[in-house]
C-alpha cells in the first residue's frame, strides 16, 4: 500500500519520461579550422556572406517584432565604417509590456517536466555544435572582433558545454530528493522563482550572454534579455536558435535596452524575482543599490548573481619554467586584446629572471599580428571593441608614457582610423601600488613589477592585497613548497586559480568559472550548483497513516 503510494509521489519529480542515458554529456571538441577543412569552408562561406551586410534586429516580445524609433547600430570593432547590425532600444513601455507577458507565461511552463525544458536546450547544443556553428562564429568575429580561434572556444565550445551541462545538472538535480520516512514521503519541487528573472550580459563572450538567458528557463523561469549593445548580432543569432529549438514566445524576451533605462524598469517591477549579471563592477553595484533601494515593493527577495571584472595576475617564481610563463602570458594577456575578464594584467617576476623573460616577450612581441581577423587568419588578436574602450585605453597607455614610475617595454601605440586597434603593450613599474597594478584595464595591457627574488614572500602578500578583485591568477613554480606557500597566501586572491597555467581558459565543467571580493558573487556558471540559483524548491510531505489520536503516549 504504502509503496504504491510512495511511486505516486515520485512521479511529481518527473523520473519518468527521460531516458537518463541521454543526460551524458562531454565538452564540446574544439575544431581545428586546418586549411582545406570542411569546419574552414563553411566558416568562409558563412563569412562572405555577411561582408558589407547590415543585419536588422528587433526587440522581440513573445512572438511580435517590435521597432521603436530609438535605432542604434553595432559596428565592427577592427572596420567600424560597417555597421553589422541595425537594432532598436525598448523603451520602458515596451519593457513593461515583456514583464507582464512573462510572467502571464510563467506558470504553465514552470509546471512543464524538467526535461521537456533541459530538451530545448539539448537540441540548441546540437544545432550550434552542426548546422548553425559557422553562422553563430561569424557573427562573433564580425560583431565583436574575434579571430577564429577566440570566437570557436567561445560562440561554439563553451555555448554549447553550458547549454548541455546545465541542462543536465538541471535534470540530474531532480535526484536530490529529501529522506522518506514510515508512513509518510517527502519530495523536493525544484520551481522556478516567481516573477521575472532579467538576463544583463556583456560583449565579450557570445556564450556568456546564452548561458544568462537560457540556463534560467531550464529550472521554469522566465527572462528578459538585454544583450549587449556590441554584441547583437551573435546574441540575436542564439536568441533565435532557442526559439527554433522549442522555446516558447514569452520564455525569454529578447530586448536591447540603453543599460540604465532596462536597469531602471527591471528594478522598479514587483516581479523582479532575479538579475543574472555579467559585466562591470560599477553597473553591478549601480544594479544592486537599485533593489536595495526597491526592496519594499517586491514580491520576492531578487536573486542577484553577477559577475564582474578582475586585475588578475601571474606570479612567477625563481623556480618557474620560463618558457611555459612566456608563452602563457602572450597569451593569457593578449588574446582576444586582454578583453576576457581573466586576462593576465599584472605580472611579478623575480630580478633575476626578469632579462630572459623579458627578452623571451619581446621577441614573440614583434611576431604578433593584430589585424582583420576575417581577411587574415594569422592575425593573433583584432581591435578592442568600441570607442569607449579605445578612449580609455588610449588614457592609460598615455599615463605610462608620461609617468615616472612606468616604463613602454613594448608597444604603446593605438589608432583609430580603420578600426579600434591597440598594440600589445608592455608596461614596467617600479611602484607595485601603481594603479596599473590594481585597475581592470581590459585592453591588451600588461603591467610587470619586478622584484628581489629573494622577496617572494612579500611578493605574495603584496598579490592579495593590491586590488579589490579576486577572479583568476596564476602560480609558476617548480618549488613544491613555494606552490604550497602561495595556495595558502592567495586563498582568497581568485576564483580560479592556476598553477603552472595560464590565467585564461576555464572550460565548463572542468573550471567553473567566477571570482569573490569586487569580481562578483562567484557563482561558477559551468559548475553543477548553479542552476540552483535560479530554483525556489517547494517540499511536499504526503502522509498514507491517519493521525488518530492528538494526545502523546506520555501523557496517559
Ligand atoms: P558593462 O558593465 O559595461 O555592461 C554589461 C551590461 O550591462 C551591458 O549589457 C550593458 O548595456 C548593461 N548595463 C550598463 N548599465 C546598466 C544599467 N544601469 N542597468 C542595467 N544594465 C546596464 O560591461 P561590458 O563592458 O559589457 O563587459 C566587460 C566587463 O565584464 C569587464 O569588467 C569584465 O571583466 C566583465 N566580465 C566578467 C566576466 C566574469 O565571468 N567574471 C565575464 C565576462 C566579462
Redesign the pocket.
Known amino acids: 500500500m504504502l509503496r504504491g503510494r510512495a511511486a505516486v509521489s515520485r512521479s511529481l519529480r518527473g523520473f519518468k519520461t527521460f531516458p537518463r542515458a541521454a543526460v551524458e554529456v562531454k565538452n564540446e571538441p574544439i575544431l581545428g579550422f586546418a586549411e582545406g577543412s570542411a569546419e574552414r569552408k563553411e566558416l568562409l562561406k558563412a563569412l562572405a556572406g555577411l561582408k558589407g551586410k547590415t543585419e536588422e534586429i528587433p526587440c522581440v516580445v513573445g512572438d511580435e517584432h517590435v521597432w521603436t524609433k530609438d535605432v542604434r547600430y553595432q559596428l565592427s570593432p577592427f572596420n567600424h565604417s560597417h555597421k553589422v547590425a541595425k537594432f532598436c532600444y525598448a523603451d520602458k513601455a515596451l519593457i513593461n509590456r515583456a514583464i507582464l507577458a512573462s510572467v502571464a507565461a510563467r506558470r504553465e511552463w514552470d509546471l512543464k517536466p524538467v526535461q521537456d525544458r533541459a530538451q530545448v536546450l539539448f537540441k540548441a547544443a546540437d544545432v550550434i555544435a552542426g548546422p548553425k556553428r559557422a553562422e553563430v562564429l561569424a557573427k562573433t568575429m564580425i560583431g565583436q572582433g574575434k579571430t577564429v580561434v577566440q570566437a570557436e572556444i567561445d560562440a561554439a565550445a563553451e555555448l554549447i558545454d553550458f547549454f548541455r551541462f546545465n541542462a543536465k545538472h538541471a535534470v540530474d538535480l531532480q535526484d536530490q530528493q529529501p529522506l522518506d520516512a514510515e508512513g509518510s514521503t517527502n519530495t523536493m519541487l525544484y520551481r522556478g522563482l516567481e516573477g521575472f528573472v532579467a538576463a544583463?550580459?556583456?560583449?565579450?563572450?557570445t556564450a556568456?550572454g546564452g548561458n544568462l538567458a537560457g540556463t534560467p528557463t531550464l529550472m521554469g523561469n522566465v527572462v528578459l534579455w538585454?544583450?549587449?549593445?556590441?554584441a547583437m548580432s551573435a546574441s540575436y543569432a542564439v536568441y533565435k536558435v532557442l526559439r527554433e529549438c522549442g522555446l516558447p514566445p514569452n520564455i525569454v524576451q529578447f530586448l536591447p535596452a540603453d543599460?540604465?533605462v532596462?536597469?531602471?524598469a527591471i528594478t522598479s517591477s514587483e516581479h523582479l524575482a532575479g538579475i543574472n549579471?555579467?559585466?562591470?563592477?560599477?553597473?553591478?553595484r549601480?544594479?544592486w543599490k537599485q533593489v536595495a533601494q526597491n526592496l519594499d515593493s517586491y514580491r520576492n527577495f531578487p536573486r542577484l548573481a553577477g559577475?564582474?571584472?578582475?586585475k588578475n595576475f601571474h606570479f612567477v617564481h625563481a623556480s618557474a619554467d620560463v618558457e611555459s610563463v612566456v608563452k602563457g602570458t602572450i597569451r593569457s594577456a593578449f588574446e582576444y586584446g586582454g578583453q576576457?575578464?581573466s586576462a593576465c594584467s599584472r605580472m611579478y617576476v623575480p630580478d633575476s629572471l626578469w632579462p630572459q623573460i623579458r627578452d623571451q616577450l619581446l621577441d614573440i612581441h614583434r611576431q604578433l599580428k593584430v589585424g582583420d581577423p576575417v581577411e587574415d587568419f594569422s592575425t593573433f588578436f583584432s581591435a578592442v571593441?568600441d570607442n569607449k574602450?579605445f578612449a580609455r585605453i588610449k588614457k592609460w597607455l598615455d599615463r605610462a608614457k608620461s609617468s615616472s614610475a612606468l616604463k613602454v617595454v613594448a608597444g604603446g601605440n593605438y589608432d583609430d582610423s580603420k578600426g579600434y586597434f591597440v598594440e600589445p603593450t608592455i608596461i614596467q613599474t617600479t611602484d607595485p601600488r601603481d594603479a596599473i597594478m590594481s585597475e581592470?584595464i581590459?585592453g591588451p595591457v600588461l603591467a610587470v613589477y619586478v622584484y628581489p627574488e629573494k622577496n617572494y614572500k612579500e611578493v605574495l602578500q603584496l598579490i592579495d592585497s593590491t586590488s579589490p578583485y579576486a577572479?583568476t591568477g596564476a602560480v609558476f613554480a617548480q618549488d613544491k613548497n613555494v606552490v604550497d606557500e602561495a595556495a595558502k597566501v592567495l586563498r582568497n586572491a581568485a576564483g580560479n586559480y592556476y598553477v603552472n597555467d595560464k590565467s585564461t581558459g576555464s572550460i565548463v565543467a572542468q573550471q567553473p568559472?567566477?571570482?569573490a571580493r569586487a569580481?562578483?558573487t562567484n557563482d561558477k556558471?559551468g559548475g553543477q550548483h548553479y542552476v540552483l540559483r535560479w530554483t525556489s524548491p517547494q517540499v511536499v510531505k504526503q502522509t498514507y497513516v491517519p493521525l488518530t489520536d492528538w494526545k502523546y503516549p506520555y501523557m496517559g
Open positions: 544583463v550580459s556583456p560583449f565579450n563572450f556568456i538585454k544583450p549587449s549593445d556590441t543599460g540604465p532596462f536597469g531602471d549579471f555579467t559585466g562591470s563592477v560599477p553597473t553591478f549601480h544594479l559577475e564582474c571584472g578582475g576576457k575578464c571593441i574602450s581592470e581590459f577572479l568559472f567566477g571570482g569580481s562578483g556558471p
